[in-house]
């Protein structure tokens, strides 16, 4: 009897240490990304920022309009992945996704070039947004 072994590969992202929970106001004191810009359904805007290791970053997606749904995906420097995430992942449905990141175990966060995506996932005509990254 011959017995075959296959190994199935491994993804090369890292497992997260990334805590994201809603932000209560604005603890970090460097902005990182300022940003004002329009989205339409399904289109997308990238964003990207180096930031150092830090022990907290926020992100603050405000479009003013529950009505219209828009997600942010982050992309960590060392290939981790969080999100989608949508309005109410704040804990307030109010057309704006505002969140913190530390890190699990109480150390800093990788530094690097961070990315960001905006998505319109359900838009109707043209959104106005704003976008800032706080570390």
């Known amino acids: 009897m011959v017995m075959l072994l296959f190994a199935l590969?491994?993804?090369?992202?890292?497992?997260s240490t990334s805590i994201v929970k809603p932000a209560?106001?604005?603890s970090p004191t460097n902005i990182g990304i300022d940003?004002?810009?329009s989205i339409t359904q399904e289109e997308t805007g990238?964003?990207?920022q180096d930031i150092p290791s830090v022990p907290e970053i926020v992100v603050d997606l405000n479009w003013y309009n529950p009505s219209n749904s828009l997600?942010?995906?982050?992309?960590?420097p060392d290939g981790v992945v969080l999100g989608p995430y949508h309005d109410a992942d704040d804990g307030i449905t109010n057309?704006?996704?505002y969140l913190s990141l530390t890190?699990?175990?109480?150390?800093n966060l990788p530094g690097g070039t961070w990315m960001f995506k905006v998505y319109g996932e359900k838009v109707q005509g043209t959104q106005n947004y704003e976008f800032n990254v706080y570390y």
């Open 46 to 48: 990238w964003y990207q």
């Open 103 to 107: 890190d699990s175990n109480g150390e």
């Open 35 to 37: 940003a004002v810009g």
């Open 95 to 97: 057309g704006r996704i």
């Open 24 to 26: 209560s106001g604005i």
């Open 9 to 15: 590969p491994v993804s090369a992202q890292e497992e």
């Open 71 to 76: 997600t942010l995906t982050i992309y960590q």
